[in-house]
């Protein structure tokens, strides 16, 4: 049985909490950031867990994780 393939643009995005859940940056901090505030700004900082219903998606293209 050939070894199995880690997709590398997930690989890239998502990182393995010690509890097995994935984390994961927020979107929309990229640009037209002028209009967006302060808090939303901030917020957008800190990292998220990515939800139940995406965990059996992200975990098989993360076969090793």
């Given at each position: ?20 859940e994935?984390?994961?940056n927020k ?11 302060q808090?939303r ?8 867990l ?10 098989r293209?993360?076969?090793?994780a």
């Amino acid at each position: 049985m050939p070894k199995m393939k880690t997709r590398r643009a997930a690989a890239k995005r998502f990182t393995v909490t010690g509890t097995g859940e994935f984390k994961r940056n927020k979107a929309y901090k990229r640009h037209i950031l002028e209009k967006k505030s302060q808090k939303r700004k901030r917020n957008m900082r800190k990292a998220a867990l990515i939800t139940a219903a995406d965990h059996e998606r992200v975990s098989r293209m993360l076969p090793y994780a």
